[in-house]
């Protein structure tokens, strides 16, 4: 009982930061990731021609990258720097996976490096349940509770009217492209968009919860973070969450250590920083240096 009444305080003093129309807009999100699971089905009425399917891995790998690219690495760690025009338009592209708006994506990201997997970790699989029931809620099951509202929104990015605009309206481009999707081929591709936005719902949540679980950790940290292939696979790079946690603002995720050496790892993402950094739209690229790297190396145990 007092738990209960303690987690509904908090929601009070939580709420309190938000006006009603930011809190309903906010709302909107999960609304949309339970609608897409639902009309993900419509795919098993319409069949999906090759086109459909080429439609949901594009979808897939747009959005995702834009994810990883811009809301991660560039908004949240500034890990290169970009021009603005480039970062408010990976954000639309971003907000359109339907994973809310820059700015409470950067709360929450914020949020779980400061505490990771401790008890004010917004996502951590091992609190406040471990096993089956902790890997539910990193999954996507803490957005289904209070802890959905940020506690604060960062200040650099509350005071960007342009980045605030596309935080509060992140639905519209979500919901323009079901639009798009659906006058490209009508119920099919309307199908193939809500599965697209499922699987890429999931493909980002494994970064909270399986690469916390599983994987290798090549270097020291104070959590539980993990360098896991299959989540790289999956999210073009994020899933090397160990390197990541040991150095934050790294461009480069995908790096291990060997017998003693570095070695570099698939990093799509960071491709796609680099691809910018050709066409002159980033620069200052943050990397740990190898002396670095080693230095926060574990050490090999003595048999
Ligand atoms: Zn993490
Ligand atoms: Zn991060």
Known sequence: ???????????????????????VLYLIGPILIIVSHIGSLLVFRTGLSWGAIAWILLLYFVRMLATTGIYHRLLTHKSYQAPALLLWIGCIVAASAGQ???NWWKAHHMAHHQYSDQALDP?????????????????GGWLL?????????????????????????HFIPLVALGAISYFIGGLEYLGAFF?????LFHGVQTVNSLTHLIGDQPFVTDDHSRNSGFVAFLTLGEGWHNLHHAFQSSSRHGVTIRDGQVVY???PTF??????????????????????LLAKAKKPKLA
């Open 100 to 102: 809310m708006g820059p």
């Open 1 to 23: 009982m007092y738990g209960a009444l303690h987690h509904a305080s908090n929601l009070t003093i939580q709420m309190k930061q938000y006006s009603l129309l930011t809190i």
């Open 195 to 199: 599965l697209s936005t499922t699987l």
């Open 123 to 139: 996502h951590s699989p091992y609190t406040p349940d471990q096993g089956l029931k902790g890997f539910y809620w990193a999954q």
């Open 145 to 169: 509770s209070s802890r959905f509202f940020p506690d604060k929104l960062p200040s650099d990015v509350e005071s960007d009217r342009v980045l605030q605009v596309i935080d509060r309206l």
């Open 265 to 267: 790892l698939l990093d």
């Open 271 to 292: 491709r796609f920083i680099k691809v910018l950094e050709f066409l002159k739209l980033a620069s200052k690229l943050r990397l740990p240096s190898e002396k670095d």
